[in-house]
């Protein structure tokens, strides 16, 4: 994003300071740990200038999408801008608005969006062509997965020969906007093998996921399927994975994903929001991530989406639904509905 400097008016309004202020360098001035940490969703936690616990202050894009700050102890909600000030100076709001007001006297840094790029859909050929190469190999490997042919029909999975990868299309309204590639299990286990005989100067980073050249990365995965229906979905689940989407209709359960390439941690789009709006409610599934952050972004997806949306965790030992799912394919069914506490819906898709 670029940034443009404009005349600060005579009076900024609170919204538009909360909008233009730079929050990392505001507080960057009490807690100097967090300059330099910024990785483009949260920082590191350190030390709180306020209630002195040593981890539990941190930066962090809030469900509104601005750059809020957080203490886990004296801070749980999230403070804007005007907020952090009083917060920390034991100002009035009013007294914290008029102290930005005049610390900014001449101009403000103003975020200028960039020029929205025009996506424009890709080739169908291209995804038809790699589901037509699912062969009896591949489809087992799938089956394997919970997905059953119905779906994988319906969903255009398929496999690219060059990549070695199976292909998960984003397909809306009957057109392509995107592909995300899986790298073939198989061939990843030989590679990270030999990744062991390399020199760590020469040793190439191999990305489990790869997206198509022109994908719209910024979309929902089986948009259509949680639409579409003659009758409004009672609920759909929201999980991380796209292949486990497909594997969760094979069993019954409404479920869709984000379509962000190969960064999950991206926060929720609002505006996705109107692509639930039939729905009732919406069941959240974070992964049980190594580094421990699938139940914060479960919960910054929850918060974003409103008060239909409930969090559900898996049961301990299985690092995602796909897992959940595979560890025993004839009860996963009934397991997913003693989990969510829901029946399956017969006759998805038919």
């Known amino acids: 994003m670029t940034t443009a400097t404009i005349e600060a008016p005579s009076r900024l309004s609170w919204e538009q300071i909360n909008q233009t202020a730079d929050m990392l360098a505001v507080v960057a001035k009490h807690v100097p740990e967090t300059r330099g940490h910024w990785n483009g969703y949260m920082t590191n936690e350190v030390p709180c200038p306020k209630c002195g616990g040593k981890t539990r202050f941190r930066l962090r894009l809030g469900h509104n999408g601005l ?9 749980e909600a999230g403070l804007t801008p005007i907020r952090y000030i009083a917060w920390y100076y034991d100002f009035d709001l009013k007294t914290a608005a008029d102290w930005w007001r005049d610390q900014h006297q001449v101009t403000v840094k103003v975020a200028v969006p960039p020029k929205q790029q025009e996506h424009k859909p890709l080739e169908l050929a291209i995804a038809l062509r790699c589901h037509n190469r699912m062969d009896v190999r591949a489809r087992d490997y799938m089956h394997a997965r919970g997905m059953n042919d119905h779906m994988i029909d319906h969903f255009k999975v398929g496999y690219h020969t060059g990549f070695k990868r199976y292909s998960f299309p984003l397909i809306i309204g009957g057109m392509l906007w995107g592909i995300q590639y899986r790298l073939n299990p198989k061939l990843e286990y030989v590679l990270k093998f030999l990744r062991l005989f390399e020199h760590p100067e020469h040793r190439v980073d191999i990305k489990r996921y790869v997206s198509e050249t022109g994908s719209h990365n910024h979309n929902l995965y089986a948009r259509d399927e949680i639409q579409d229906g003659d009758v409004p979905l009672p609920y759909a689940v929201l999980i991380e994975g ?9 069993q019954g359960f ?10 999950r941690a991206k926060p ?3 505006a996705w929001n109107k692509y639930l709006a039939e729905i ?11 580094g421990g952050n699938g139940d914060f972004f479960a919960s910054e997806k929850a ?14 030992g299985y690092k995602d639904i796909g897992e959940f799912i595979m560890a025993d394919l004839t009860t996963a069914p009934q397991r997913l509905a003693d989990m969510l506490h829901l029946p399956p819906l017969k006759e998805l898709l038919q």
């Open 280 to 290: 009732e409610t919406i069941y959240v599934i974070p992964d049980n991530d190594v």
């Open 268 to 270: 929720w789009d609002v």
């Open 303 to 316: 918060k974003a989406i409103g008060p239909r949306a409930h969090i559900h965790l898996l049961p301990k």
């Open 254 to 263: 409404p479920a869709f994903s984000t379509f962000q390439g190969n960064n």
């Open 242 to 250: 796209v292949p486990d989407v497909v594997a969760m209709w094979s």
């Open 67 to 75: 750059m809020m700050a957080f203490c886990s102890h004296c801070a």
